[in-house]
C-alpha cells in the first residue's frame, strides 16, 4: 500500500501526536460543559477575545510589513555581518517573552532609550498599540524564518528574466519575487498569527493588564486560573476553537491554490 | 546594429569575444559547454557585468545600462515562464512594464499568442503547456515588448526530437520576421544551420571560427566544429597535392602550399581487410579502436598514423567481420577530400 | 559555531550536570528533604529560616517552591509533594485544603513609587489623580483584592494603567519608572532595598493581608512539617518576619 508509514516511523509519529494532543483532550474534559454557553458570553471574554484576534491581526500586518523586506534583505543582499544580523533577528525566538517584554520597556517605555524622547506626544507601554508591538516583537522572527527560506529556494532567475522584460527592481519584487514565494509568506503569517495570539509575557510586561485597553485572551486565562481555573479553562477553549479554525480554513485555501 | 566586444574576466576563465549582428540578421555563438556562450548573452542582457568591452545597440552604448533598460528580449533555455501568470499574462508582462496599459497590454498578448497558434491556451498556466507550447509562449513574451536586440539561449535543448523539428521551423519563421538582431546561443549544430545566417563558434571563451554556415560546415578549423559537422580534420603542410600530416601523406584534390586544413567525411573511407589491388594513392594500416551505431550505418575509429571515423554499413561489417582491435587497410579516395588554407 | 566551542560548551554542561548530582547525593544517613510551598513574598524570609533549620536538624535539607499562591495551591491539590504550604491569603490556603492553618504573619500596603517620587504622591486620594500613572494589582490576585478594599476604605476611585498578574511585576513597573505609583506590600517596598520608596497610608488598617501557614494533608514528613512551622512561628521566626517588613502576629 502506498503511504504505508513503516514502524519505526509510525510508532514514534502516534507517539509525537498524542503528546500534543492529550493535554487538549484534558482540557476538553475538564471544561466546565453545562455553565459554558454562559461564560462564553460575558462581556469580559469576548472583550479579551476580541482585542487579542485585533491585536494579533494587526500585528502581523506589521510584520507582513517589516518582515518581508526583511526577509528579502537577509535572502538576497550581500553585505558585511549578514550572518550576525540573521542571527539577532531570530534571538526574539529563544529568549524567554518577558524578558522581550522588558527589553521593549527599556527601549519604548517612558524612560527609554526612545520612549523618553516622545514621553510628550505618546506612550506605548499600557496602550492596545503596545500590545500590538509585544506581539510583533516575539513573532517576527517565525515570518523572517520561514519567507527567507522560501526566498532562498526561489529560482532567481525569474527575476532576471522579469529584468530582460523591462520590469524596474520593484516591479520584479511585487510582480515575481512575491507571488512566487507567495506560499512561504502565507506560511510564515499563520505561524507568526498563531504565535501573536498566544502571546503572553512580552504582552504583560510592555503592556501590562487593563480589560478592554491591553488584557487578551492568554492574559485573561492567566488570571482567570489565579481564582477560578474553570473559567480559565473556558477561555483556553475559546483561544484554541477559533485558532484551530482559522488555521483549517487557510490550510485548506492555500491547498486549493 | 550590434557591434559588441565583451570581455568576462572569472577566477579561472576569461571570455573575450567580439560580436556584431546586423538588423535582420540571426548570429548563432556555437560552442561546447562551458566554452562562455551563455556567459556572452548574460552579458548581452545586462545579466553578467562587463569587465572590459561595450556594447553598442543602434548607435547607444548599453553596457552601462541595468538589464531593464536595454531594449532586449530574451528567451531562455528553460524559458522561465512566470508560474503563477497564465499564458496571457506572461506576454503582457514585459508591455505593462514598459506602460502599456493592462487592458491594452492583454489585447496585444492575445494577438501574439493567436499568431503563435496558441489562441486556445490563453488563460493556461505554464504548467499546464506543453514543452513546445512553453517554447513558443516564451519566444511571444520576448518579442512582446519590441525589442531591438532578441536573445535566445539553447532555445530548442529542453524539447524532444519531434517537437524540436516542428517548433524549429517555426522558430525560423518568426527569426526570419524579426527586423532586430537577434543572437543565439546552442551547442546544435543543426539548430545553428538551420536558424542563423552567421556562425561564431566560441571555444574557451575566444571565437575561433566565424563565418557562414555553408563556410562553416565545409571549412571547419577546429577538432571540435569537425566533429560537429561530421567531418574527419587534419591539419598539415602542403606541397603542391601533397599534404604532410604527422609522417603520413595524403594526396589532395586542391594543389596548396603551407599549412594547410584537409577534411574528409566518414564516408569518404573505405576499409579492406587484406591490403586491396590496385593502388589506391591513400592507403594505410590502422587498428579498430571502436564501431558504433550511427543512424542506419556503423561508425568505425581507427588508430593509426592518423586517427579517423569510417562510416560503413551493417552488412560490410559482417562481410568484413569487423571487431575492435582488428588490423585493417584504410583508404580514402583524393577526390573526396577537401583541403584548404590554414 | 565551530566544532571546539560546541566541544567546550558540552563539557561544561556535563560539569554542570555533575555538580548538580553531586549536591542532590550529599549527607549520606537517610537524608530527608522537607519542601515547603510558599507565597512569592516569602522569597527572602523563608530562606533564611530555612538555612536556620538545616542547621538545627542535620541531614535534613528544606526545598522552597515559591510562587503564586493561588497557583501554589493548585499544584498542592493536583499531587504536588509540598509538606507545608505558606499561602499570602487565608482564600489561597482553603484552596489548598489544608487543615487547621495558623496565621504566622500580617502584610500591609504601601505606594510605591520610584525614587524621587516624580508625581509627587503623598496620600491615598493622590492616585485619583487622572495624571498619575498607577499600576495595581488584578483583583484575582491578593494584593490586588487587598487594593480592592483599601480604596474602598479610603473612598478613592482608580484609573489604574494596568492589572498586573502579581505584586513584583506591578513594582518592577514602578522601578522602570513607568508608572507614578503602585499598590504593593511592604515586604515588596522592603524587598526592592532602596530601589523604590515607599508610603504607608492609613487605609492600609483595612486591608492587612494575613498569611497563614500550614501541613499539607499528605505529607510523608509530618513531624519535620510541625518543626519547621513552629520555627515560623517562634521569637526566632517573629524576628525575621518583621525584618522583611511583615507585621509578626
Redesign the interface.
Known amino acids: 500500500m502506498r503511504g504505508a508509514a513503516p514502524w519505526g516511523l509510525a510508532v514514534p509519529a502516534v507517539a509525537g501526536m498524542a503528546f500534543l494532543v492529550l493535554p487538549l483532550v484534558g482540557l476538553a474534559v475538564r471544561a466546565p460543559w453545562t455553565t459554558l454557553p454562559a461564560r462564553l458570553t460575558e462581556p469580559r471574554v469576548l472583550e479579551a477575545l476580541r482585542l487579542s484576534l485585533i491585536t494579533a491581526t494587526t500585528a502581523t500586518v506589521v510584520c507582513l510589513a517589516l518582515g518581508v523586506p526583511l526577509a528579502w534583505l537577509l535572502a538576497r543582499a550581500r553585505f558585511r555581518g549578514r550572518g550576525l544580523v540573521r542571527a539577532l533577528v531570530t534571538v526574539p525566538l529563544v529568549l524567554p517573552p518577558v524578558v522581550g517584554g522588558?527589553a521593549l520597556?527599556?527601549v519604548f517605555?517612558?524612560?527609554g532609550l526612545i520612549g523618553r524622547w516622545f514621553s510628550g506626544a505618546f506612550t506605548l507601554?499600557?496602550t492596545t498599540a503596545g500590545v500590538v508591538m509585544a506581539e510583533a516583537f516575539v513573532a517576527m522572527p517565525f515570518l523572517v524564518i520561514s519567507v527567507e527560506g522560501t526566498l532562498r529556494a526561489a529560482?532567481p532567475?525569474?527575476e532576471?528574466?522579469?529584468?530582460?522584460?523591462?520590469?524596474?527592481?520593484w516591479?520584479v519584487f511585487r510582480?515575481?519575487t512575491l507571488?512566487?514565494v507567495?506560499p512561504g509568506v502565507v506560511a510564515g503569517a499563520v505561524l507568526c498569527w498563531a504565535r501573536a495570539l498566544g502571546e503572553f509575557g512580552a504582552t504583560?510586561?510592555f503592556?501590562?493588564?487593563?480589560?478592554g485597553t491591553?488584557?487578551t485572551m492568554p492574559?485573561a486565562v492567566?488570571?482567570?486560573?489565579?481564582?477560578?481555573?474553570e473559567a480559565a479553562i473556558v477561555l483556553s477553549l475559546v483561544l484554541l476553537a477559533v485558532c484551530v479554525a482559522v488555521l483549517a480554513v487557510l490550510r485548506d485555501r492555500w491547498i486549493k491554490a | 546594429m550590434l557591434s559588441a566586444r565583451l570581455v568576462v574576466e572569472r577566477e579561472r576563465f576569461r571570455l573575450d569575444i567580439v560580436i556584431d549582428a546586423a538588423a535582420g540578421e540571426v548570429v548563432a555563438l556555437l560552442g561546447p559547454n562551458g566554452a562562455g556562450k551563455t556567459t556572452a548573452l548574460r552579458a548581452l542582457?545586462?545579466?553578467v557585468r562587463l569587465s572590459h568591452g561595450e556594447i553598442v545597440l543602434d548607435g547607444e552604448p548599453i553596457h552601462e545600462r541595468?538589464?531593464?533598460?536595454?531594449s532586449?528580449?530574451?528567451v531562455?533555455q528553460d524559458y522561465?515562464l512566470?508560474?503563477?501568470?497564465s499564458a496571457l499574462d506572461n506576454v503582457a508582462?514585459?508591455p505593462r512594464?514598459?506602460g502599456t496599459p493592462k487592458a491594452r497590454a492583454r489585447v496585444g498578448a492575445r494577438e501574439w499568442l493567436e499568431r503563435i497558434g496558441l489562441k486556445d491556451h490563453l488563460h493556461a498556466r505554464p504548467h499546464e503547456l506543453s514543452g513546445g507550447q512553453a517554447q513558443r509562449v516564451a519566444l511571444a513574451?520576448?518579442l512582446a515588448?519590441r525589442p531591438r536586440l532578441l536573445?535566445l539561449d539553447e532555445p530548442l535543448a529542453a524539447l524532444d526530437a519531434h517537437t524540436r523539428l516542428e517548433i524549429r521551423a517555426g522558430l525560423r519563421r518568426h527569426l526570419e520576421e524579426f527586423d532586430g538582431a537577434a543572437v543565439l546561443v546552442t551547442h546544435d549544430p543543426l539548430d545553428a544551420m538551420v536558424l542563423a545566417d552567421r556562425l561564431v563558434v566560441v571555444e574557451n571563451g575566444s571565437i575561433v571560427q566565424e563565418g557562414t554556415p555553408a563556410e562553416v560546415a565545409r571549412h571547419p578549423r577546429t577538432d571540435y566544429v569537425a566533429r560537429l559537422v561530421g567531418l574527419n580534420l587534419y591539419r598539415g603542410t602542403a606541397a603542391g597535392h601533397q599534404v604532410t600530416i604527422d609522417g603520413l601523406t595524403l594526396s589532395v584534390a586542391e594543389e596548396l602550399e603551407g599549412p594547410v586544413f584537409v577534411a574528409f567525411p566518414p564516408s569518404a573511407v573505405a576499409l579492406f581487410r587484406g591490403r586491396p589491388d590496385g593502388t589506391p594513392r591513400n592507403l594505410w594500416a590502422a587498428r579498430i579502436a571502436g564501431i558504433e551505431r550511427h543512424g542506419d550505418q556503423f561508425r568505425v575509429g581507427l588508430d593509426g598514423p592518423i586517427s579517423v571515423s569510417a562510416d560503413v554499413t551493417a552488412a560490410a561489417v559482417a562481410e568484413l567481420d569487423l571487431l575492435p582491435g582488428q588490423e585493417v587497410w584504410v583508404a580514402v579516395k583524393a577526390t573526396e577530400t577537401h583541403a584548404y588554407p590554414a | 559555531m565551530s566544532g571546539s566551542a560546541v566541544r567546550s560548551l558540552v563539557s561544561a554542561l556535563l560539569l554542570m550536570v555533575l555538580l548538580a548530582a553531586a549536591g542532590c547525593a550529599g549527607g549520606k544517613k537517610e537524608p530527608e528533604t522537607l519542601t515547603v510551598f510558599a507565597a512569592a513574598s516569602l522569597t527572602e524570609s523563608f530562606g533564611t529560616l530555612g538555612k536556620a533549620f538545616e542547621k538545627s536538624h542535620p541531614g535534613v535539607t528544606v526545598k522552597f517552591n515559591f510562587g503564586?499562591s493561588?497557583?501554589l495551591a493548585?499544584q498542592i491539590v493536583q499531587g504536588a509533594p509540598a509538606d507545608v504550604f505558606a499561602a499570602a491569603s487565608p482564600a489561597t490556603m482553603k484552596q489548598s485544603g489544608a487543615p487547621s492553618p495558623r496565621i504566622f504573619a500580617r502584610n500591609r500596603l504601601e505606594i510605591a513609587v520610584p525614587k524621587g517620587n516624580p508625581a509627587h504622591v503623598a496620600a491615598l486620594k493622590d492616585l485619583a489623580n487622572p495624571a498619575v500613572?498607577v499600576?495595581l494589582c488584578?483583583e484575582?490576585?491578593p494584593c490586588g483584592a487587598a487594593a480592592v478594599k483599601a480604596l474602598a476604605a479610603g473612598g478613592v476611585t482608580v484609573k489604574?494603567?494596568?492589572?498586573?498578574?502579581d505584586v513584583k511585576?506591578a513594582l518592577?513597573?514602578v522601578r522602570?519608572?513607568?508608572v507614578d505609583a503602585a499598590l504593593v506590600y511592604r515586604t515588596d517596598v522592603k524587598a526592592a532595598a532602596g530601589a523604590v520608596e515607599g508610603i504607608e497610608f492609613p487605609e492600609a488598617d483595612k486591608a492587612i493581608n494575613d498569611y497563614p501557614i500550614a501541613a499539607v494533608p499528605k505529607t510523608a514528613h509530618l513531624v519535620l512539617a510541625r518543626e519547621f512551622i513552629d520555627l515560623v512561628l517562634s521569637d526566632q521566626g517573629r524576628r525575621v518576619l518583621t525584618d522583611a517588613g511583615f507585621t509578626a502576629v
Do not use: W
Not at chain 1, 160 to 169: I, Q
Not at chain 2, 66 to 70: D, F, I, S, V
Not at chain 2, 82 to 85: E, I, N, S, V
Open positions: 522588558v520597556l527599556l517605555g517612558r524612560n507601554p499600557f529560482d532567475r525569474y532576471e528574466a522579469a529584468a530582460t522584460l523591462g520590469a524596474s527592481r516591479t510582480r515575481v507571488p512566487l507567495a504583560i510586561t503592556a501590562g493588564n487593563l480589560p491591553t488584557q492574559l492567566y488570571l482567570a486560573l489565579e481564582t477560578d481555573p | 542582457a545586462g545579466l541595468p538589464a531593464e533598460r536595454r532586449i528580449g530574451m531562455f522561465l512566470f508560474p503563477h501568470l508582462f514585459g512594464c514598459q513574451r520576448a515588448v536573445l | 503564586g493561588s497557583t493548585q500613572k499600576a488584578a484575582q490576585v489604574p494603567v494596568t492589572q498586573e498578574q511585576a518592577s513597573k522602570l519608572g513607568e
